[in-house]
């Protein structure tokens, strides 16, 4: 039988609240290292030649010569695929280094999150989501309408992922204050990730905003996760043969279960087109929303 711990309520002074840790020492995490499958080497290859109309059974060594820059055989471009995957697969690993150190620091929090630190990262959670579905074509409203969840299980998500965000803030809040980490102005772009052109914009907007402080405060806890995924004691696990093929397999099906719905979506733009409608003047000529004959009727 668990017992489930009640935490403290954190100190507050001021408009900030004072989090502690269990303890501040390196944490321990495991990575799992993918391993590279032919599978995936000849999905790659497909994406790459699917506008042609081929897949990676069909295409030989000339055709590669011929389309494909700097390669001259499906022998090369298979090694050249497999390196960049490698690549590719290595910054994934340490962005899984991050995460997994963070939710283990996380994991040493002393005291509870208020909930008025958790609602000021709902808005966040429930924008981010939003951005990253009309990315991908589709909207809240579409999910809803198709039936993919409802808007009680989004909500219940939302505060979840707020609660989750607010306790990783404070931890961080907490290793960065006794580790005595500071950043300067100069720092903010490496530590959020952005090239010159991203940073001058949006140091400009914060001082044009008044929010220079939170921003740094952003910065700065950027700067402590990296500095706690650096000192992570890391244990690296090499993916088995049936991992790799699982991990393959269920990559395959989201990818088509992505392209039926945008071919869907496709289909359904294409009918709300073209699929006819009624105008002013009952022509139904089905040409959308604005009409050349409506047009000429007013220049009437």
């Known amino acids: 039988m668990s017992i489930d711990l009640v935490k403290p309520e954190p100190m507050r ?35 790459l030649v699917q506008p ?47 995460v997994l150190a963070l939710n283990e620091l996380t994991k040493r929090l002393v005291q509870s999150v208020p909930a008025d630190e958790v609602h000021a990262l709902l808005d966040q959670v429930r924008y981010s989501f939003d951005r990253d579905l009309k990315q991908r074509g589709t909207s809240i409203d579409q ?25 990783q ?68 696990v090499q993916e088995s043969e049936r991992q790799a093929e699982a991990r393959v397999r269920q990559l395959e099906e989201m990818m088509a279960a992505q392209a039926m719905q945008a071919q869907a979506m496709r289909e359904a733009h294409h009918g709300h087109n073209h699929g006819g409608c009624e105008c002013s003047d009952g022509t139904g000529c089905g040409c959308g929303h604005h009409h050349e004959h409506d047009k000429d009727d007013e220049d009437e």
Do not use: C
Not at 15 to 42: F, H
């Open 13 to 47: 002074v001021g408009n900030r609240y004072i989090y502690s840790l269990t303890s501040y020492e390196p944490v321990s995490v495991n990575l799992m290292m993918p391993r590279i499958t032919d599978a995936e080497v000849d999905m790659a290859i497909n994406s």
């Open 143 to 167: 999910l809803v309408a198709q039936g993919a969840t409802s808007r009680e299980e989004l909500d219940a998500m939302f505060a979840e992922q707020a609660r989750e965000a607010a306790e």
């Open 52 to 98: 042609a109309g081929l897949d990676a059974q069909s295409i030989d060594d000339a055709w590669v010569s011929e389309n494909v820059q700097n390669v001259s055989s499906i022998q090369e471009l298979k090694s050249q695929i497999r390196k960049e995957l490698g690549q590719l697969n290595a910054q994934m690993l340490e962005r899984q280094k991050e």
């Open 169 to 236: 803030q404070a931890a961080l809040s907490a290793f960065a204050h006794e580790r005595k980490i500071e950043i300067d102005d100069a720092e903010i772009g490496s530590a959020l990730h952005l090239n010159p052109e991203q940073t001058e914009k949006l140091i400009a907007e914060a001082q044009q905003a008044g929010t220079m402080d939170i921003l740094r405060t952003n910065a700065t806890l950027e700067k402590a996760v990296s500095i706690i995924a650096e000192e992570a004691n890391v244990t690296y």
